[in-house]
T-cell receptor, first 114, second 118 residues
Framework: DQQVKQNSPSLSVQEGRISILNCDYT??????FLWYKKYPAEGPTFLIS?????DKNEDGRFTVFLNKSAKHLSLHIVPSQPGDSAVYFC?????????????FGAGTQVVVTP | NAGVMQNPRHLVRRRGQEARLRCSPM?????VYWYRQLPEEGLKFMVY????????ESGMPKERFSAEFPKEGPSILRIQQVVRGDSAAYFC????????????????FGPGTRLLVL
């Protein structure tokens, strides 16, 4: 069963504009959320995370928003740059799982155009 | 400080052969995780190990798959009698610990091993 869902398989955005990536989850036990970025033939690279006790976390161009009542989180990238073209994965974990298991969405392919 | 290392990067096996995938965690990390990514899908958790202990293997297929993380040396993911459906990218991640009472510890990923079963 897919407990973390990224319903948009792809997103195209112009350089300099905002990229908004969405993620939904079904397991109410999840209490920590992460975003990873992945280039082809490489492993995922950690971007930003958020605990369920917060509703927003910001790091440079990246901001993650968490809406617990809707079981929804989003990643905002502003301004988008050509190097941001990659696949972005949302992941979630639960303290009840001793944090060890990350559950990933299927990913969103972002293409930043000039 | 070297990152997570995996070898081989690419592995080709014929059906029925064994595949051994190795993972050296980042220096100072004693927790290792294995994930599998099938084409067009996200990463799926397989197993979480600490030195000499399997902590969570809930994502590991019951047959043919095994994992270890010995006191010395890399973590090994072993697949016996491979079948075509085992073709995938296998990623290893490591962390210094899993987390505190308040937060997940970041898992750092290796470049992956791409297994192709002919």
């Amino acid at each position: 069963d897919q407990q973390v869902k990224q319903n948009s398989p792809s997103l195209s955005v112009q350089e300099g504009r905002i990229s908004i990536l969405n993620c939904d989850y079904t397991n109410s036990m999840f209490d920590y959320f992460l975003w990873y970025k992945k280039y082809p033939a490489e492993g995922p690279t950690f971007l930003i995370s958020i605990s369920s006790i917060k509703d927003k976390n910001e790091d440079g161009r990246f901001t993650v928003f968490l809406n617990k009542s809707a079981k929804h989180l989003s990643l905002h990238i502003v301004p988008s740059q050509p190097g941001d073209s990659a696949v972005y994965f949302c992941a979630a974990s639960a303290k009840s799982d001793s944090w060890g298991k990350l559950q990933f969405g299927a990913g969103t392919q972002v293409v930043v155009t000039p | 400080n070297a990152g997570v290392m995996q070898n081989p990067r690419h592995l080709v096996r014929r059906r029925g052969q064994e595949a051994r995938l190795r993972c050296s965690p980042m220096k100072g990390h004693s927790h290792v995780y294995w994930y599998r990514q099938l084409p067009e899908e996200g990463l799926k958790f397989m197993v979480y190990l600490q030195k000499e202990n399997i902590i969570d293997e809930s994502g590991m297929p019951k047959e043919r798959f095994s994992a270890e993380f010995p006191k010395e040396g890399p973590s090994i993911l072993r697949i016996q009698q491979v079948v075509r459906g085992d073709s995938a990218a296998y990623f290893c991640a490591s962390s210094p610990l899993t987390g505190t009472s308040e937060r997940q510890e970041t898992q750092y990923f290796g470049p992956g091993t791409r297994l192709l079963v002919l």
